[in-house]
C-alpha cells in the first residue's frame, strides 16, 4: 500500500491560453484553465474534439502551437495512451512489460532484483492477473491487457496519471475493477486525468469534467458540467468549426476565461 502524496508533491496543473494542433493547424483553441492536485477528472467531448490532443499535450507528447502549461515539468507523470498505439506483437513476457514501470527506480543498467520481481507480482495481483507472468502479450484478452497495463502505471507511482480512453473494448468487470484503482491513486493524492466517452461512467465516478469542443465547453463539478444544454453547445461548436481556418489569435484577455470560477472550483 502506497502512503498518500504530500500535498507539495503534486502541484497544480495550469493552462494558459493554450493553442494545440499537428503541422501548425490548430485542433484546441485558446484552453484557459487549473486543475487542482489530486484531481480525478473526466475529459469528454464529441468525436474529434481534441480530447486525445490535450491529454497528449498534457503528457508532453506534443508541443503547443502558442500559449503555456505549467505544473508537468517537475513531476513524473504516468501516461497510457490508446490500445490503438500499442504494438501487441512485442516478444515479451507479461512481467518484463509490467516491470517498465519500475524504470524510476531502476534506471538503465540497473539490477533487476529479487525484490522488483516481488514488486511485479505483487502489482499483477493487485490486478487480478497471478499466474500470467510468463504469457506473452499477444497471449491476452484485450480486458487481460489492460489488466498488465495498470498493473505497469501502479509500479511507476507517479503522482500525476493520464489515461485516453482505458476502458474502451474491455469487459463490464475489467471496467469495475480498474475503477476502483483510480479512486484509490485519488486517495492516495494523485491526479487523476482520464478521456472518456461513456457519460455514464463519468457521472458514477468523476467528481470533475472538462468539456470540450475544439474550445472550452464548460469545466467544474461533473453535475454542473454534464447538463443537457451544455452538450448541445459542445456538438454546435464542434460541427461549426471550420478545419480550413487560419491559425487564430488570442485577445489580451484570454487568461481570464469565461469558465474561470467553475475551474477553481476545483481548488
Known amino acids: 500500500m502506497h502512503k498518500p502524496l504530500s500535498p507539495s508533491a503534486v502541484p497544480a496543473i495550469e493552462l494558459h491560453d493554450l493553442t494545440l494542433g499537428y503541422d501548425r493547424h490548430p485542433a484546441v483553441h485558446h484552453l484557459s484553465l487549473r486543475i487542482a492536485p489530486g484531481s480525478l477528472l473526466a ?46 506483437s512485442f516478444p515479451v513476457t507479461v512481467r518484463d512489460m509490467v516491470a517498465l514501470g519500475l524504470w524510476h527506480r531502476v534506471g538503465a543498467f540497473g539490477r533487476f532484483s529479487a525484490e522488483h520481481r516481488r514488486l511485479c507480482d505483487e502489482a499483477l495481483a493487485a490486478v487480478g492477473l497471478t499466474g500470467f507472468e510468463q504469457r506473452s502479450l499477444d497471449a491476452l ?79 467544474g463539478p461533473t453535475a454542473e458540467v454534464l447538463t443537457d444544454a451544455h452538450w448541445a453547445r459542445a456538438q454546435r461548436m464542434h460541427e461549426a468549426f471550420d478545419d480550413d481556418a487560419p491559425l487564430c489569435v488570442a485577445a489580451p484577455d484570454a487568461h481570464r476565461h469565461t469558465h474561470a470560477p467553475a475551474a477553481e472550483a476545483l481548488t
Open 141 to 219: 484478452s484485450g480486458g487481460q491487457l489492460q489488466r498488465a497495463l495498470f498493473a505497469r502505471l501502479i509500479l511507476q507511482d507517479a503522482p500525476v496519471v493520464l489515461l485516453d480512453e482505458p476502458f474502451a473494448a474491455v469487459d463490464n468487470r475489467t471496467s469495475a475493477d480498474l475503477l476502483a484503482l483510480l479512486h484509490r491513486w485519488q486517495r492516495q493524492g494523485k491526479t487523476v486525468i482520464v478521456v472518456l466517452h461513456d457519460l455514464a461512467q463519468v457521472r458514477a465516478h468523476f467528481p470533475f469534467t472538462l468539456l470540450l469542443a475544439r474550445e472550452l465547453v464548460a469545466y
Open 43 to 88: 475529459l469528454v467531448g464529441p468525436n474529434g474534439a481534441g480530447k486525445s490532443t490535450l491529454i497528449k499535450a498534457l503528457a508532453g507528447e506534443l508541443r503547443p502551437i502558442s500559449g503555456t502549461l505549467h505544473g508537468l515539468t517537475g513531476p513524473r507523470i504516468a501516461w497510457l495512451p490508446q490500445h490503438s498505439e500499442l504494438d501487441r
